[in-house]
C-alpha cells in the first residue's frame, strides 16, 4: 500500500474510504464482498447470491488493506471487518 511507503495520510484515508464504501454496500454478513472478483451494484448483494460467493482473493486483498490502514493502531470497525473475514 502507498501509504506505508510514502507515509503521506492521503493514501490512507483513500484506502479507508475504499474499505467503507466497499463493506456499507458490497458486504455479505460473513464478510466476503464479491463473486468472481467482481463488485455488483451497491446494496443489491440478493440478486448475485451463487455458488461461488466470496471469492478468496479479494477477501485476502481486503484484508491487506485493512491490516494496512490498522498500522497505527486498531480502529473498531477494521477489527470488526477482519475479524468477519477470518
Not at 484506502?15 to 455479505?28: K, L
Not at 440478493?46 to 482473493?57: D, G, K, P, R, V
Request: with cysteine.
Amino acid at each position: 500500500m502507498r501509504y506505508e511507503i510514502t507515509g503521506d495520510p492521503l493514501y490512507k484515508d483513500i484506502g479507508a474510504f475504499f474499505m467503507d464504501v466497499v463493506n456499507s454496500s458490497h458486504s455479505y454478513a460473513t464478510g466476503g464482498t464479491s463473486v468472481g472478483e467482481f463488485w455488483s451494484d451497491p446494496k443489491r448483494l440478493a440478486s448475485t447470491l451463487q455458488t461461488e460467493n466470496e471469492e478468496s482473493c479479494t477477501t485476502y486483498n481486503m484484508l491487506k488493506v485493512s491490516l494496512a490502514i490498522c498500522s497505527d493502531g486498531p480502529k473498531k470497525w477494521l477489527t470488526q471487518i477482519i475479524t468477519s473475514e477470518l
